[in-house]
């Protein structure tokens, strides 16, 4: 029976769902979060990116050591602001690489008449006392990368 009726009111209902003011309030923590998280994501992609280019060219270095062993040769290391070329002689590239937008190889030096050229002799040492270093770096960060008079490769983080 209705009773109900008689003195006016309806039954409850439950209702489910999100009002618009918890809604708003939600996306306006959302936003707010994102716009935290934004500039630190930035950051971290920078610096991603210059650590992938850091150890390209660290293992550059491990390729033509190996290189120079195995075939019994000298294998040289080009750089330039562009990138770097492994290669045994001019007319022969094993490999080579270019510098992601935003990164850069600086102060290439190698001890030799033609800074930016090192590389490895057959026993896997500094082709012509070529030792040295180079820097590669972003905006922010700076890997140096080092090979020493024995032919060890060193990269280390200086900020």
Known sequence: MAVYALKGKKPHTS??????IEMITVVAI???MLGLAT????????????NSAAYEIFGSFLTARSEAVKRNTA??????????RLYENEDS????????????????DFETTEPELTGFDALGL????????????NSS???QIT??????????LSL
């Open 15 to 20: 209702q489910a769902g999100f009002t618009l």
């Open 30 to 32: 959302i936003g707010i």
């Open 39 to 50: 500039p630190a994501f930035n950051n971290w992609r920078t610096n991603a990116i210059l």
């Open 75 to 84: 294998v040289y290391l080009n750089f330039t602001d562009e990138g770097w």
């Open 93 to 108: 590239p094993i490999s080579s690489g270019s510098m992601p937008t935003g990164v850069s190889i600086t102060d290439a």
């Open 126 to 137: 500094p082709a012509e006392s070529r030792s040295g270093s180079l820097k590669v770096s």
């Open 141 to 143: 960060r700076t890997y």
């Open 147 to 156: 090979l020493s008079p024995a032919g060890h490769v060193k990269m280390e």
